[in-house]
Nanobody, 126 residues
Framework: QVSLVESGGGLVQAGDSLSLSCAAFGRGFTSYGVGWFRQAPGKEREFVAA?????????YYADSVKDRFTISRDNAKNTAYLQMSSLKPEDTAVYYC??????????????????WGQGTQVTVSL
């Protein structure tokens, strides 16, 4: 079983950049695709980005973050990343990373992912 710990959240101003990390503990990180989701106060958790176990071109982004966020992974470090730029107040949320078994096709659906990390708060002020 693999467990996940997110880090890198914080309070930033609109237009700033922030990088989140998702460290995986346990064996088999390369057997999983990685997804990032977020949940804003009073809203349902929503898809942000996902990347296959091998990375490359097998990457999905939500339209709301396309061209601003970049997902990546370093399998040697058992870590996934979400680089966020041109942040907006509407990006304020708790950000979660999650895994999906590599033998399944990449997905944008929350129900297709597990295990999950505990989340890291990102707050973007005006």
């Amino acid at each position: 079983q693999v467990s996940l710990v997110e880090s890198g959240g914080g309070l930033v101003q609109a237009g700033d950049s922030l990088s989140l990390s998702c460290a995986a503990f346990g064996r088999g990180f390369t057997s999983y695709g990685v997804g990032w989701f977020r949940q804003a106060p009073g809203k349902e958790r929503e898809f942000v980005a996902a990347e296959s176990w091998s990375g490359g071109d097998d990457i999905y982004y939500a339209d709301s973050v396309k061209d601003r966020f970049t997902i990546s992974r370093d399998n040697a470090k058992n870590t996934a990343y979400l680089q966020m730029s041109s942040l907006k107040p509407e990006d304020t949320a708790v950000y979660y990373c999650a895994l999906r078994r590599a033998y399944y096709s990449l997905s944008t659906k929350e129900m297709d992912f597990g295990p999950w990390g505990q989340g890291t708060q990102v707050t973007v002020s005006l």
